[in-house]
Nanobody, 128 residues
């Protein structure tokens, strides 16, 4: 079975940093794309970032460009999301998900339907 374990969330002040981790098991890590999504109370799920492990292409949502960085460690089967310059509006539950679609592009990475399995989520709270 495919399993995703997200961790690293917490409480941080505005301007601070956190690093989220998503460790994956039960699949060939290099053949999958990993995405990070978030859902804030009362808001729709939002694509935060994605990485295609086949070619290391990365994608970012407009609201996090320049502040967040996604990276992948195939030896650890873990994808990281480094979040800097955090803002109160970044407060949300963050989820990671895996996709084996060959159509992982700038137009599709942030579509939830492209993903096959999801992790349990980790809470990020940014205080002002």
């Amino acid at each position: 079975d495919v399993q995703l374990q997200a961790s690293g969330g917490g409480l941080v002040k505005a301007g601070g940093s956190l690093r989220l981790s998503c460790t994956v098991s039960g699949l060939s890590f290099e053949d999958y794309s990993i995405g990070w999504f978030r859902r804030a109370p009362g808001k729709e799920r939002e694509g935060v970032s994605g990485i295609n492990n086949r070619d290391s292409t990365t994608y970012y949502g407009d609201s996090v460009k320049g502040r967040f960085t996604i990276s992948s460690d195939s030896a650890k089967k873990t994808v990281y999301l480094q979040m800097n310059s955090l803002k109160p509006e970044d407060t949300a539950v963050y989820y990671c998900a895996v996709s084996d679609t060959p159509y992982y592009t700038s137009s599709t990475w942030n579509l939830g339907v492209m993903y096959d399995d999801w992790g349990q989520g980790t809470q990020v709270t940014v205080s002002s």
